[in-house]
């Protein structure tokens, strides 16, 4: 939004989001927090809302006519409407597409056909949905768009009250409540166990700023919000699968992706998912780099090990961890990615009139 408002400060938004859309001067028609759900058994208790949240966007694109309609990942969702926007006769692009590359393929010739461009986070992902007719391009991913405003290492730890000379275990178990009821408990135990078996490693959890403190209180173990610099000068992490697995390779810090959701959830993920792994940095290289451990096996039993070798520096697994992250950099290409989605919503809209 800030990128399209460079070119056209006169531009209005009406949207779904967070606070940063909020400060752009998005008028929000749903608040992130309500929209942050994961699993599908978890998503059908929120049928009915989705339901309302559609008719309503729905009225909102017949009373507002809107020059474009931007969706942003969310595909489950965003698809039906991406249909009804383009049977309305408004200019869709789809900004970070559905994942069908994981699962449910057929979702190629959906956005295809109820979109007019397709801006890809991915650089695989482009070529991909080519194939089935859309009007793909790959613009580089907005996490390189992020200005390098972390803290040194020696005023982050001076903040949290840490030895500089001694190894920091870095947990990230998610920013939605849900995640913490899957993850807290089992990674708080794993960090035990690594301190166990090596009194020196210093521990500190992530904690997103839209929760609680509460929500850390039987951790037993530090909870603070600077995630990014966490990422940075941790000597190693434990990261829940997701955004925060690539945010983690960026900052060339090695780690091992734990994942756990509800047992139903997982039984219809094994049978649908088609993807060999989970990580997105192991996605994008194409191997199991990053050891990825879900469900029963997110234990110390398993993951401690893991963890303890990678913070050995002389380690073999963390210098090939290392070697690729600079692989996935090095591939990603630079910055851009918001600039060159603007100018495709830009495009669109002039094409339009």
């Known amino acids: 939004m800030g990128a399209v408002k460079e070119q056209v400060p006169t531009a209005r938004f009406i949207g779904m989001g967070g606070d940063q859309l909020k400060g752009q001067g998005v008028h929000l028609i749903a608040e992130l927090d309500a929209l942050a759900v994961m699993g599908f058994m978890e998503v059908l208790s929120r049928i009915p809302y989705f339901r309302r949240l559609e008719r309503e966007i729905v009225s909102v694109i017949d009373r507002q006519r809107p020059d474009l309609v931007v969706l942003v990942d969310y595909a489950g969702f965003n698809l039906r409407i991406a ?115 090596r009194p020196d490693v210093q521990v500190l959890f992530s904690r997103a700023e839209t929760m609680s403190e509460a929500a850390f209180e039987g951790v037993g173990m530090r909870a603070v919000t600077e995630t990014r610099a966490l990422q940075r000068w941790a000597d190693v992490a434990l990261v829940k699968s997701g955004t925060s697995t690539l945010e983690t390779a960026l900052e060339g810090t090695p780690f091992v992706i734990a994942y756990r959701t509800s047992p139903v959830t997982a039984f219809i993920a094994r049978r649908v998912l088609k993807v060999e792994h989970i990580g997105l940095p192991n996605v994008l290289l194409g191997e199991r780099v990053v050891p990825e451990v879900v469900q029963e096996e997110v234990v110390p039993e398993v993951v401690t090990p893991m963890l303890l070798e990678l913070l050995r520096s002389e380690s073999d697994a963390r210098a090939r961890q290392q070697a690729a992250f600079e692989r996935i950099i090095a591939n990603m290409g630079g910055a851009g990615a918001s600039a060159r989605t603007a100018e495709m919503a830009l495009t669109l809209i002039k094409d339009a009139s």
């Open 83 to 197: 249909r009804v926007a383009h049977e309305r006769g408004c200019r869709v692009l789809y900004y970070i597409p559905p994942k069908v590359w994981a699962w449910k393929s057929g979702r190629a010739r959906r956005l295809a056909s109820t979109t007019d461009a397709v801006a890809t986070v991915l650089p695989f992902e482009e070529a991909l949905l080519r194939r089935y007719g859309a009007n793909a391009e790959y613009v580089g991913h907005p996490l390189l768009d992020r200005s390098d405003d972390v803290p040194t290492r020696a005023s982050c730890f001076r903040r949290w009250g840490l030895d500089p000379d001694r190894p920091l275990l870095s947990v990230l178990p998610g920013s939605r409540r849900q995640e913490l009821d899957h993850h807290l408990d089992a990674f708080a135990q794993i960090a035990r166990a690594v301190v166990q078996e």
